[in-house]
């Protein structure tokens, strides 16, 4: 059994904003990317409206992680080495917070160069068509896969109770963070759709979100699984955690019933804000409860 | 560093100097209802704590074998394989010349990633100043060639500061002289390399790590070796993912439109 004698380190409310617009930001980038490479003419509009929600979120994420800094005048310190005669750049790649600020750089200027072409007075075609444009998109679905999933490592790289005795919360992260994108961008599609645009695309993002809920289920019970043999079940669903985990688990129904053809429950307009209050709310009863 | 709990009083002057010698002024003082403690925890503001483990028995003892209580003037350990070394993004936590763990104030940006790792709630986070703190081993009397303040200050020299290998001979001879004396129980603490590689400050324990709040050999791991299991998770989801998002956005249904064209790019 795992034993812990830490402090917390009072990650709270702008964390979990971070971990929850990260997710998003990573998600949606991904899916455009995957929405611009089906090749169907009626994607380019979902396409586009995914590429648009990156760069706003990645702005908040740098707002809120550096405001969460003890000195936010100092954030700076994560990427250059400020120690005296020391020099040069800060990188640790066994540190996920070290990997993740760079991650997060980077993946600012993919989200931003993404978003400037699918501003709707962008030229068209713009930069990132042809192959150098599919390159910079899948360059930047591949940054946006490991921001929407580094969160959970970084809090398994630690030595916190329930963080520190689980290998899960990365995947967690990454197939929650996809699954809230999905719905996030088939409910903008829809909205587009009943403004005239073509309605097949938001169809198959639902389905797509049905997918995502699926894997998240999967490791929701790997998660489970991980800290009970750990023997810190106990502090994970304690209290009102268990219930916060168990309206979780609600909120996934709409994007499951969407695989078993039970549409009605999504089409009723609340399913894709269900699923997104679903992944805030998992990030939360991750970040807060082993703190407490 | 070597602290002899067994020759420990709970006098508190070690909590005293560390404050004195350090300027810190101390949390607001609250009524705890534990024993004889009022400092509670290592934190900002408390650099040396003196732990008071209440191990009265329930039942009556005899003569000699009875055991009251447990004193522990508890320290930031300053590991060989420290864990908030290991995973300070800015390079402000530093091994100094004197192999002591050190955080630099004006690099630290109080991300707090090194509370989250200490194995041992050394480190603590003042609001005020926005920083991480911990024991820094008196670094400036250090440099002066002076002892640190905690063990200049211990009048049953239950602290004693010195090079570590007449540490080690002193703490080896002192737990033989306990354990001859009956005390099973007694055990060095952080003497090896198999708590963090060593301890710059390690302690003699009359009973098991457990009890006085310390992570034992196989609880004491380095943060970083989550790394492989956390990221092979992340790969785990993605493949699974990625093959799911290709599935459900190249199939088209028959609510869709049939009569598009595929192949065009975007």
Known sequence: MAEHFVHPPHWEAYIVTYFFAAGLAGGCYVLATLLSLTGYPEDREPARLGFLVPFPLVLLCALVLTLDLGRPWLFWHMLVNATPGAGGLNFKYWSPMSVGAWALLLFGVFSFVS???????????????????????????????????????????????????????????????????????????????????????????????????????????????????????????RGAWLVAWILVLASLVPALAELGGRRGLVHAGSGPLLVLAGVLLMRIAVVISAQM | MFTDTSICIG?????????????????????????FDNTGELDAQNWRHVKFIDRVPEAPMTT?????????????????????????????????????????????????????????????????????????????????????????????????????????KKADERVATLRAQGYDQAQLYGRDASVYGGLNAFFLLMAEPEVYGLPNARNAVLPRRNNRGGYLGVLVSAALAMVAGIVALRRRGSDTLQDTTPGEGS
């Open chain 1, 115 to 237: 978003f400037l072409g699918a501003l709707p007075w962008a030229r068209r075609p713009g930069p990132l068509a042809g192959t150098a444009g599919r390159a910079w998109m899948i360059a930047g679905a591949l940054l946006g896969l490991y921001i929407a999933s580094y969160t959970g490592v970084l809090l398994s790289v630690s030595n916190q109770p329930v963080w520190s005795d689980t290998w899960t919360l990365g995947g967690l992260f990454l197939a929650s963070g996809l699954s809230g994108s999905a719905a996030l961008l088939a409910w903008l599609v829809r909205r587009r759709a009943a403004a005239g645009s073509p309605a097949t695309s938001w169809q198959r993002l639902l389905t797509a979100d049905g997918y995502f809920a699926l894997i998240e289920l999967l490791f929701i019970v790997l998660f489970f699984v991980s800290v009970g043999f750990a023997g810190t079940l106990g502090v994970a669903v």
């Open chain 2, 11 to 35: 006098c508190k002057a070690c909590e005293v100097a560390c404050k004195e010698w350090n300027q810190l002024p101390g949390n607001e003082p609250e009524y705890r209802n534990d024993s």
């Open chain 2, 64 to 168: 000699g074998n009875g055991q009251a209580w447990l004193l522990m003037s508890d320290i930031c350990k300053h590991c060989q394989h420290a864990s908030c070394m290991e995973v300070c993004p800015t390079n402000a936590i530093i091994r100094t010349e004197f192999d002591t763990v050190y955080i630099q104030p004006d690099v630290c940006n109080g991300c707090r990633d090194c509370i989250a790792a200490c194995p041992y709630g050394a480190i603590g986070f003042n609001p005020k100043d926005g920083l991480a703190h911990k024991c820094t081993f008196c670094y400036d009397r250090l440099q002066a060639n002076m002892p640190p303040a905690c063990a200049k200050a211990c009048p049953t020299q239950s602290i004693t500061f010195g090079p570590l290998r007449e540490l080690h």
